[in-house]
């Protein structure tokens, strides 16, 4: 059964780093974009950072230059590393895959994606 586990959620300083990590299993992952979102309370989920399968990234112009997502090829596992930290960034972030095998490109538009983890809670705040 094809399943995704978020983990390094907490709580963080503005202007600190946290670094999150998704691991599949179930599939393969690297056959399939991948995505990080956000959801704040009483706020639509929002599209973070995703990548390709041929590792190219696209950010949210929100987090564009603070953020960084990355995917360990071969180890069913990827990451958002989370700098500069603002208290906006506050929200459960999710991990997804795109069931698209092979695309050259990745959508920050969460309908484009169909398993999802549990996720994780991200508070920033002095």
């Known amino acids: 059964q094809a399943q995704l586990v978020e983990s390094g959620g907490g709580l963080v300083q503005p202007g600190g780093s946290l670094r999150l990590s998704c691991v599949a299993s179930g599939f393969t992952l690297d056959y399939h974009p991948v995505g990080w979102f956000r959801q704040a309370p009483g706020k639509e989920r929002e599209g973070v950072a995703c990548m390709s399968t041929t590792g190219k990234p696209f950010y949210a112009d929100s987090v564009k230059g603070r953020f960084t997502i990355s995917r360990d090829f071969g180890a069913n596992t990827f990451h958002l590393q989370m700098s500069s930290l603002k208290p906006e960034d506050t929200a459960v972030y999710y991990c997804?895959?795109?069931?698209?095998?092979?695309?050259?490109?990745?959508?920050?538009?969460?309908?484009?994606?169909?398993?999802w983890g549990q996720g994780t809670q991200v508070a920033v705040s002095s």
């Open positions: 997804a895959r795109d069931p698209n095998i092979g695309t050259p490109y990745c959508p920050l538009v969460k309908e484009s994606y169909d398993y």
